[in-house]
Protein backbone atom coordinates (compact mmCIF):
# COMPACT_ATOMS: atom_id res chain seq x y z
CA UNK A 1 0.00 0.00 0.00
CA UNK A 2 1.23 3.44 -0.84
CA UNK A 3 0.35 6.17 1.37
CA UNK A 4 1.01 10.10 -0.10
CA UNK A 5 0.97 12.54 2.79
CA UNK A 6 -0.52 15.56 0.78
CA UNK A 7 0.01 19.23 1.96
CA UNK A 8 -3.02 21.48 1.38
CA UNK A 9 -2.42 24.11 -1.31
CA UNK A 10 -1.71 27.77 -0.38
CA UNK A 11 -4.52 29.28 1.19
CA UNK A 12 -5.33 33.03 2.44
CA UNK A 13 -4.55 34.41 5.74
CA UNK A 14 -7.54 35.59 7.98
CA UNK A 15 -8.39 39.22 7.24
CA UNK A 16 -7.40 38.40 3.28
CA UNK A 17 -10.71 37.96 1.80
CA UNK A 18 -14.55 38.70 3.11
CA UNK A 19 -16.07 36.49 5.49
CA UNK A 20 -13.06 34.39 6.39
CA UNK A 21 -12.42 35.66 10.74
CA UNK A 22 -10.67 31.83 11.76
CA UNK A 23 -8.08 29.80 10.58
CA UNK A 24 -10.49 27.02 10.17
CA UNK A 25 -12.25 28.95 7.46
CA UNK A 26 -9.12 30.00 5.13
CA UNK A 27 -9.93 28.87 1.37
CA UNK A 28 -7.12 28.13 -1.24
CA UNK A 29 -6.03 31.04 -3.26
CA UNK A 30 -6.36 31.07 -7.32
CA UNK A 31 -2.65 30.26 -7.19
CA UNK A 32 -3.10 27.47 -4.57
CA UNK A 33 -5.77 25.80 -6.86
CA UNK A 34 -4.16 25.99 -9.83
CA UNK A 35 -0.85 24.61 -8.45
CA UNK A 36 -2.79 21.41 -6.82
CA UNK A 37 -4.25 20.54 -9.76
CA UNK A 38 -0.93 20.69 -11.74
CA UNK A 39 0.80 18.46 -8.79
CA UNK A 40 -2.13 16.20 -9.51
CA UNK A 41 -1.49 15.79 -13.34
CA UNK A 42 2.09 15.51 -12.03
CA UNK A 43 1.37 12.25 -9.98
CA UNK A 44 -0.93 10.90 -12.88
CA UNK A 45 2.44 11.32 -15.30
CA UNK A 46 3.98 9.68 -12.82
CA UNK A 47 1.72 6.27 -12.83
CA UNK A 48 0.21 7.26 -9.21
CA UNK A 49 -3.37 6.51 -8.23
CA UNK A 50 -5.39 6.86 -5.36
CA UNK A 51 -8.05 4.74 -4.21
CA UNK A 52 -9.11 7.03 -1.00
CA UNK A 53 -8.55 10.73 -0.09
CA UNK A 54 -8.60 11.20 3.58
CA UNK A 55 -8.64 14.80 4.89
CA UNK A 56 -8.77 17.30 7.72
CA UNK A 57 -12.28 18.90 8.46
CA UNK A 58 -10.77 22.38 7.51
CA UNK A 59 -11.33 24.24 4.36
CA UNK A 60 -8.08 24.57 2.62
CA UNK A 61 -7.99 20.84 3.16
CA UNK A 62 -11.71 19.45 1.95
CA UNK A 63 -11.02 21.90 -1.25
CA UNK A 64 -7.34 20.31 -2.08
CA UNK A 65 -9.17 17.32 -1.92
CA UNK A 66 -11.58 17.87 -3.89
CA UNK A 67 -9.06 19.19 -6.64
CA UNK A 68 -7.37 15.92 -6.03
CA UNK A 69 -9.93 13.64 -6.98
CA UNK A 70 -11.24 15.72 -9.93
CA UNK A 71 -7.96 15.20 -11.00
CA UNK A 72 -7.40 11.81 -10.29
CA UNK A 73 -10.70 10.03 -10.76
CA UNK A 74 -10.82 8.97 -6.99
CA UNK A 75 -14.30 9.47 -5.77
CA UNK A 76 -14.07 7.87 -1.87
CA UNK A 77 -13.66 10.74 0.15
CA UNK A 78 -13.52 10.65 3.48
CA UNK A 79 -13.40 13.25 5.92
CA UNK A 80 -11.23 12.36 9.26
CA UNK A 81 -10.51 14.21 13.31
CA UNK A 82 -7.03 13.33 13.50
CA UNK A 83 -5.77 15.40 9.90
CA UNK A 84 -6.24 18.87 11.28
CA UNK A 85 -2.89 20.73 13.18
CA UNK A 86 -5.14 21.10 16.36
CA UNK A 87 -6.72 17.25 16.74
CA UNK A 88 -5.30 14.55 18.15
CA UNK A 89 -3.99 11.77 15.51
CA UNK A 90 -3.14 8.68 17.61
CA UNK A 91 -6.12 6.93 16.77
CA UNK A 92 -5.95 7.84 13.12
CA UNK A 93 -2.44 6.82 13.08
CA UNK A 94 -2.85 3.61 14.46
CA UNK A 95 -5.92 2.77 11.78
CA UNK A 96 -3.16 2.59 9.19
CA UNK A 97 -1.94 -0.52 10.36
CA UNK A 98 -5.66 -1.87 9.31
CA UNK A 99 -6.05 -0.75 5.96
CA UNK A 100 -6.33 -2.82 2.60
CA UNK A 101 -2.45 -3.81 1.29
CA UNK A 102 -3.38 -2.93 -2.17
CA UNK A 103 -5.23 0.33 -1.84
CA UNK A 104 -3.35 3.28 -1.89
CA UNK A 105 -4.27 6.14 -0.21
CA UNK A 106 -4.10 10.01 0.26
CA UNK A 107 -3.98 11.86 3.47
CA UNK A 108 -4.31 15.56 2.90
CA UNK A 109 -3.70 17.53 5.59
CA UNK A 110 -1.56 20.24 7.59
CA UNK A 111 1.75 20.97 9.20
CA UNK A 112 3.18 19.48 11.52
CA UNK A 113 1.58 16.67 10.87
CA UNK A 114 2.77 15.32 7.36
CA UNK A 115 6.01 16.00 8.84
CA UNK A 116 5.74 14.17 11.78
CA UNK A 117 3.60 11.37 9.87
CA UNK A 118 6.65 10.92 7.35
CA UNK A 119 9.09 10.65 10.10
CA UNK A 120 7.21 8.82 12.33
CA UNK A 121 6.32 5.93 9.94
CA UNK A 122 9.80 5.82 8.97
CA UNK A 123 11.30 5.92 12.11
CA UNK A 124 9.03 5.05 14.25
CA UNK A 125 10.26 8.46 16.75
CA UNK A 126 7.99 11.45 16.58
CA UNK A 127 9.90 14.38 15.28
CA UNK A 128 9.23 17.28 13.42
CA UNK A 129 12.63 17.09 11.02
CA UNK A 130 11.19 17.22 7.30
CA UNK A 131 10.08 19.95 5.51
CA UNK A 132 7.06 19.58 3.07
CA UNK A 133 5.80 22.75 0.71
CA UNK A 134 2.29 23.59 0.41
CA UNK A 135 1.11 21.15 -2.13
CA UNK A 136 3.91 18.73 -1.85
CA UNK A 137 3.56 15.09 -1.87
CA UNK A 138 5.17 12.37 0.51
CA UNK A 139 4.98 8.71 -0.74
CA UNK A 140 5.54 6.06 1.72
CA UNK A 141 4.79 2.26 0.92
CA UNK A 142 3.34 0.98 4.67
CA UNK A 143 5.18 -2.50 5.62
CA UNK A 144 2.54 -4.64 5.92
CA UNK A 145 1.71 -6.70 9.54
CA UNK A 146 3.59 -3.83 11.27
CA UNK A 147 2.12 -2.47 14.98
CA UNK A 148 2.22 0.31 15.27
CA UNK A 149 2.19 1.26 11.49
CA UNK A 150 5.44 1.51 9.77
CA UNK A 151 6.46 2.52 6.06
CA UNK A 152 9.84 3.25 3.70
CA UNK A 153 10.03 6.20 1.99
CA UNK A 154 9.47 6.14 -1.77
CA UNK A 155 9.70 9.81 -2.23
CA UNK A 156 8.96 13.62 -1.48
CA UNK A 157 8.70 16.12 -4.19
CA UNK A 158 8.24 19.69 -3.94
CA UNK A 159 5.27 21.44 -5.51
CA UNK A 160 7.32 23.10 -8.51
CA UNK A 161 8.79 19.55 -9.41
CA UNK A 162 5.69 17.91 -9.74
CA UNK A 163 4.37 20.44 -11.50
CA UNK A 164 6.84 20.32 -14.15
CA UNK A 165 5.68 16.60 -14.97
CA UNK A 166 2.03 17.80 -15.94
Excluded at 27 to 44: E, N, Q
Excluded at 72 to 88: I, R, W
Aim: with cysteine; proline share 5%; net charge negative.
Amino acid sequence: MAIYLFRHGEAFQIGEIEGVHSDDQRPLTPKGKKATSKVCRGLMELGVGCDEIWHSPLVRAVETARIVSEEMGCTNLVEKGGLAYVDESEELFLSLKDLDPEKDLFLVGHQPYIAEWTVRLMTGMVNDHVSVSKSGVVCLELIPGCDPPMAELRWLLRSKHLQTFA
